[in-house]
């Protein structure tokens, strides 16, 4: 009998990341989980119905969008399928 759990898909890792309360950037999400086509992600994600906030950051000189997920927004929006 096998009882492992399938394997998420990096659409579904980078959604469980962010409903966690925590925000992520394309370079976080390469470095914690290899993702290469985070924006990609981030767009299909958004496709769905999920409400993903952004915000342009500038850290020692470099700028980069950092992403999270309102709660309460998307606790406002319909049931979404991954």
């Known amino acids: 009998m096998n009882t492992t759990q399938p394997k998420q898909n990096y659409k579904q890792i980078i959604h469980n990341h962010m409903?966690?309360?925590?925000?992520?950037?394309?370079?976080e999400a390469?470095?914690?989980?290899?993702?290469?086509?985070?924006?990609?992600?981030?767009s299909e994600l958004r496709?769905?119905?999920?409400?993903i906030q952004d915000e342009t950051v500038k850290?020692?000189?470099k700028r980069f969008k950092r992403y999270w997920i309102d709660k309460q927004a998307n606790d406002l929006s319909d049931e979404v399928t991954l």
């Not at 390469?30 to 981030?42: A, D, E, K, P, S």
């Open 47 to 51: 496709a769905t119905g999920v409400i």
């Open 59 to 61: 850290q020692n000189g």
């Open 19 to 27: 409903l966690g309360g925590k925000t992520i950037s394309t370079m």
């Open 30 to 42: 390469f470095t914690q989980y290899g993702i290469t086509c985070f924006l990609q992600r981030i």
